[in-house]
């Protein structure tokens, strides 16, 4: 029997359901019906199991349970899950801007000893932490080595309040990535979940970067290994157990030699997980070489692209006057556009985005590709100008617009996907500018344009009530003039 199957014999035991109404009800014949509650075939659609779970007259809960179990069984377990938890991670994506409480750590050191100092509870370890990290912070040019899995909140916390704006601190982060890949059970995707808690170091962090290599996530945190996490300063070197309940600080520079040489060794046997791209030029010929490959790609931001909709005289109008080498830019902007448009007309890419993004830039006129500090906002006349022509986009390109947005207009992570290559972008509240981070880990390439590729098409308006909801956008704001 499947997950679903099983799940409807339930609850027609449970609350004496007969079959033949409740296959009357749903258009079908009893045999049929049978096949479905014995598991040897499916629904044909949502929408059946929706009529089962009125006829059963069951809770929205319940109901919920059996469109998971239906899905479940129509896509795959594993599928579904990680199709579940890539849409929880851009639903779940924040970029906090900390203000650190416990700043009075920062006045007292670590006594300096011969040999080591003890840290015997967790409490300990987060105190010392923040005092020698402080310090190396407060140094003219500060490097950090850590060897530690990111969801040790306290620290990527720590990081991020005294990192913010700070250039004067380099920060190599080696992680360990899950090769058990394995969502059947229905498990959080833990490689995700890495990502979502370092891209906040991205954010704070000018010189932040991170490394990684492979292992079995369970097996190596049940492993007898003394102290596998180690985090290291100019002056100090902080060994932890697994379980960051037990450590040592030691600060001769024999042990830190031997250390940050151990380190830089198995620096040159990770990968880099993501590379930061910033400067505006750039981000330009970044982008611009990433869709060159003829092949299916997919760009997922929640406020729409409009960069197709830039001529010369309204890049020339909305940049600032301010920005350095202004000319030079607009001229390499332009030709960065129409490559994108002869890219769009001669690919399969998909642009995703959402109804509220789009009315959010009818508003504010904030184009969420862009640094907010570079252009002045579009009047309005010409902001009704991009939605037409997005509308005129919509009904020859393929576009698709959701219903509700997929994570925070205020804290939007931006994607374009491949299936071999991809970014994801981010407007950093710190430095006011965009950070463009190339994937380059082969896993996390695959789960975002699965996702892209098979999102469920009731997330979505069809083509005819997307341009039924712009027609109607440019209307209003039209009468606004």
């Known amino acids: ?18 079959t033949y109404p409740l296959a009357h009800y749903c258009g079908l014949d009893r045999s049929n019906m049978y096949k479905i509650i014995k598991g040897q075939r499916k629904p044909t659609s949502i929408e059946m199991v929706s009529n089962m779970c009125r006829f059963m007259q069951l809770s929205p809960n319940e109901t919920k349970e059996m469109q998971e179990a239906y899905m479940i069984t129509l896509i795959g377990p594993e599928n ?11 639903e779940e994506f924040r970029l906090p801007s900390l203000s650190f409480p416990a700043t009075i750590y920062k006045t007292e050191v670590i006594p300096k000893t011969d040999d080591t100092f003890l840290l015997n509870t967790q409490t300990e370890i987060n105190n010392a932490l923040l005092r020698i990290l402080s310090l190396e912070f407060s140094r003219e040019k500060g490097h950090i080595r850590m060897l530690i899995q990111p969801d040790y909140s306290f620290l990527v916390d720590l990081l991020v309040s ?39 170091l991205y954010g704070s962090i000018h010189n932040y970067e991170t490394f990684y290599y492979y292992d079995n ?85 929640m406020t729409p692209c409009l960069t197709f909709f830039m001529d010369a005289h309204f890049v020339d109008k909305y ?13 390499r902007f332009v030709d960065y556009v129409n490559n994108m448009i002869q890219f769009r007309n001669a690919s399969s890419m998909c642009s995703i985005f959402s109804l509220e993004g789009l009315i959010r830039f009818m508003e504010t006129g904030e184009i969420g590709e862009y640094p907010s500090n570079a252009y002045n906002r579009p009047l309005m006349e010409d902001r009704i ?20 947005n997929i994570g925070s207009l205020d804290n939007e992570l931006f994607l ?66």
Request: glycine share 2%; aromatic share 12%; net charge negative.
């Open 1 to 18: 029997m499947s997950e679903f199957s099983e799940l409807l014999s339930q609850y027609i035991h449970n609350k004496n359901i007969k």
């Open 80 to 90: 579904y899950y990680r199709r579940k938890n890539t849409k929880l991670f851009f």
């Open 162 to 200: 005294e990192g913010i704006g700070k250039s004067n601190i380099l920060i190599d982060h080696i992680i360990c990535l899950d090769n058990n890949t394995d969502f059947s059970q229905g498990k959080n995707d833990y490689n995700l979940n890495c990502l979502k808690r370092i891209l906040p």
């Open 217 to 301: 996530i369970a097996s190596k945190n049940d492993s007898f290994t003394l102290f596998p996490y180690i985090i290291i300063t100019s002056e100090y070197a902080c060994l932890l157990t697994s379980d960051i309940r037990k450590g040592y600080i030691t600060s001769t520079s024999e042990s830190l030699e031997m250390l940050c040489g151990i380190f830089d060794d198995y620096l040159t046997k990770s990968s880099r997980l993501l590379k930061r791209i910033d400067s505006l030029f750039d981000q330009l010929d970044y982008v611009q070489n990433l869709v060159h490959a003829n092949m299916p790609a997919y760009s997922f931001q």
């Open 319 to 331: 940049v600032i006057q301010e920005l350095p080498n202004r000319t030079a830019f607009i001229e």
């Open 385 to 404: 100008n991009l939605a037409r022509q997005l509308l005129q986009a919509c009904r020859t390109n393929n576009y698709r617009m959701l219903k509700n």
């Open 416 to 481: 374009f996907i491949s299936q071999t290559r991809g970014y994801l972008m981010l407007n950093s509240p710190v430095t006011h500018s965009l950070i463009y981070l190339d994937i380059e880990e082969p896993g996390l390439l695959f789960t975002f344009f699965d996702f892209c590729e098979n999102m469920d098409d009731r997330l979505f308006f069809t083509k005819e009530e997307m341009i039924a909801q712009l027609k109607a956008i440019i209307e209003k704001y039209q009468e606004l003039l």
